[in-house]
């Protein structure tokens, strides 16, 4: 009787420990995206909304959200990007590789200067 008590003791205590998942937080612009992508895959609108600054909720419309269900595929590549822009209206578009837990920094990739007739993409 006793070794069944303490193996169902032992049984529990290993299940509680099994608990311990770790969520995913919109904490980075990386972590945001991969959650956008998810909302957009679950077809979940108002949990994408929610991801959004307030006040920009209704940024992209129910019917865009839609066009994204339509393109979104299993999977799918993230990237880091970073937007420099000169007080000469003059832009670079900065590609870094995505930083591992164990890194320490953000190392570049590739640099791109934005050609005029993307810059209005990004005012």
Known sequence: MKKIIIGGILCLLTLAGCDNEKVVKPDTASNASHLMKLQIDNQN???FQSL????TETAVSIDTFQEFEEISTAGADFKNFELVTFTNGEMLLVEFKPKADDEDEYKIVNVKR??????ALFK
């Open 45 to 47: 609108y108002s949990a």
């Open 52 to 55: 959004f600054y307030e006040g």
């Open 114 to 119: 934005v050609p005029d007739d993307m810059k």
